[in-house]
C-alpha cells in the first residue's frame, strides 16, 4: 500500500509507466502470451513463477486497475470480476464450500440475496439472515459450528441501512471466521471497511467506480489480515496442499497477504472464468480516476434533495444516512464523516398511485434499474423489480408500495430539485 491520500491513489496507483511507455494503461486485448520454452510456461502453471499464460484467468490490463482499487482499498492483494455478482460469489465459495455456513446481513442487494438465498444453497451452502441492527446476542446466536464466513453491506443497496463494521468483525473473529463487506456504495472514497477490522472487501464496479454506466463489472480486494493458518481446520482449501496445483498450500506459499486473492484466481476463475474484459477494465480505470472529485458531488446532491423532500408536505418519509435524524446516521457519521453515496429513498403520502404519477413527469431524472451513475436516475421497485410481489409481500421485503429510489448524480442540485418540485406539484 502506497502513503499517498486517496484522491492521489484515484489518478495515479496501479500504473507506473517506465521511460518511453504509454502514459495511459495499456489495453492487452490478447487471449494468451507467447513463452520461449515450455519449462517457462511449466513454472507458471505451478504458480512457481508469476505471469500471464492465458485471460480467462489473468490479463495486466485487468490487473493494473485491480491494483489501484487494491491501493485506494489499502488491501495487499486483488482481483477484477465479470460483475458484482461475481466478485460476491467467489469471495464466499473461496472459503465456504457444500456443507458450510454463512452468516449474512438480512438488507443486502436484491442479487445477492438471490445468489445466497436460492442458487448457492442448491450448491449445499447455508445461510442466516441477521437484521444489520441485530442485538449482540442476536449476532452471537446466528453461528453454527461450520460457519466460515460473515458478510454485509456498507451502505445496503437499497435499504440504505449501515453496517456497524466494527461490531461484525468483533462476532466474526470471536469465531475464527473473515468478515466480507461488499464496499460498493461508499466506494473507498467514503469508506475504508479494512481500518474497521473488515477482512474482505468486493465491489460492484458496475455502479460509483464506473461511474458512467459503461461497464459490468467487480472487485474482490484482500486486507491481508486474516490469519488463515490460526484456523486451519475451517479452511482447508487455503490451509491443505491444492492436488490441482501439485500440493501447494496457499497459505504457506502465499502468506495471508496473497493466499486468498491467488486461490480464488487459480482455483475459480481457473474453472468458473468470470474474467471482466480488459477493454472493460480500461473503462473502469478511466472512472477511477474521477472517483474523488465525483463522489462529494454526489453526496452533496443527496443530501440537498433529502432536505427538501423531508419537510414537503407530500412526502410521508425520506431514508438517507446522510441526513441528520435518519436511523443510520450516527453509524455513517462514525464510518462515513465526510459523506455516504448519492442514494436517497422516500415515499409518498398519497401512497403507490402518488409514487407512479411523480415518475412519469420526471424530466431529468430517467427510470432505471441501475444506480449510482453521473446521470440521475429514478426507480419505483413495486412497479418495476419487485412487480411481481403484492403489497404486504412489498412490505416484508421493506419496501413500502409508495418507495421510490432515486440516485442523485452529479448535476446541479437546483435544477434537480426543480425536476423533483414540477413532478411533485403533478402529484
Ligand atoms: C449492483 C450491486 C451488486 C451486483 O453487481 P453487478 O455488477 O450488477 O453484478 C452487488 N452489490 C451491490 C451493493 C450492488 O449495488
Not at 513463477?49 to 489501484?68: C, E, H, I, W
Not at 446466536?141 to 456498507?154: L, S
Not at 443510520?328 to 464523516?337: D, F, G, I, R
Not at 436516475?377 to 409508495?402: F, K, Y
Amino acid at each position: 500500500m502506497s502513503n499517498y491520500k486517496i484522491n492521489t491513489k484515484c489518478v495515479q496507483s496501479g500504473y507506473t509507466p517506465g521511460n518511453g511507455e504509454p502514459r495511459q494503461i495499456p489495453i492487452i486485448q490478447s487471449t494468451t502470451f507467447k513463452y520461449a520454452t515450455s519449462e517457462d510456461m511449466g513454472k507458471l502453471f505451478d504458480l512457481e513463477a508469476s505471469g500471464y499464460f492465458y485471460t480467462r484467468l489473468q490479463n495486466p490490463t485487468n490487473d493494473m486497475v485491480a491494483a489501484k482499487i487494491c491501493d485506494m482499498e489499502g488491501g495487499t492483494a486483488a482481483m477484477l470480476t465479470s460483475s458484482g455478482q461475481a466478485a460476491n460469489f467467489y469471495a464466499i465459495f473461496n472459503i465456504a464450500n457444500c456443507g458450510d455456513h454463512v452468516v449474512a446481513s438480512s438488507t443486502i442487494y436484491g442479487g445477492t440475496y438471490n445468489l445466497f438465498h436460492v442458487t448457492m444453497r442448491k450448491m449445499g451452502i447455508d445461510f442466516t439472515f441477521v437484521e444489520p441492527d441485530c442485538s449482540d446476542e442476536e449476532l452471537e446466536a446466528a453461528f453454527r459450528p461450520n460457519t466460515k464466513a460473515v458478510f454485509g453491506e456498507t451502505i445496503a443497496n437499497p435499504a440504505l441501512t449501515v453496517l456497524d463494521i466494527e461490531r461484525f468483525a468483533k462476532a466474526a473473529h470471536a469465531h475464527g471466521v473473515p468478515l466480507v463487506v461488499d464496499n460498493t456504495f461508499a466506494t473507498p472514497v467514503n469508506c475504508r471497511p479494512f481500518e474497521w477490522g473488515c477482512d474482505i472487501v468486493t465491489h460492484s464496479t458496475t455502479k460509483y467506480m464506473d461511474g458512467h454506466g459503461a461497464g459490468v463489472g467487480g472487485c474482490i480486494v484482500d486486507s491481508g489480515n486474516f490469519d488463515w493458518m490460526a484456523h486451519a481446520d475451517k479452511f482447508p482449501g487455503l490451509c491443505t496442499p491444492d492436488d490441482s496445483y501439485h500440493g501447494i498450500t496457499y497459505a504457506t506459499k502465499f502468506g495471508n497477504a496473497g493466499a486468498f486473492i491467488t486461490k480464488c484466481t487459480a482455483q475459480l476463475m481457473r474453472d468458473f472464468g468470470s474474467i471482466q474484459s480488459p477493454q472493460n477494465a480500461f473503462l473502469l480505470n478511466l472512472g477511477l480516476e474521477s472517483l474523488h472529485v465525483r463522489m462529494p458531488r454526489h453526496c452533496e446532491n443527496a443530501l440537498a434533495v433529502a432536505k427538501y423532500l423531508k419537510d414537503h408536505p407530500k412526502i410521508s418519509f425520506v431514508t438517507y444516512p446522510g441526513l441528520e435524524g435518519d436511523k443510520y446516521h450516527a453509524l455513517a457519521q462514525k464510518y462515513m464523516p465526510n459523506g455516504t453515496c448519492g442514494v436517497v429513498s422516500f415515499g409518498f403520502k398519497g401512497g403507490r398511485a402518488a409514487a407512479e404519477t411523480f415518475m412519469k413527469h420526471l424530466k431529468l431524472a430517467a427510470i432505471e434499474t441501475h444506480v449510482a451513475d453521473a446521470r440521475t436516475c429514478c426507480l419505483h421497485p413495486a412497479s418495476a423489480t419487485h412487480r411481481q410481489m403484492n403489497d404486504q409481500e412489498l412490505v416484508a421485503a421493506g419496501i413500502t408500495p409508495d418507495l421510490v429510489r432515486l440516485s442523485c448524480g452529479i448535476e446541479d442540485a437546483e435544477d434537480l430539485i426543480a425536476d423533483i418540485e414540477q413532478a411533485l406539484a403533478q402529484v
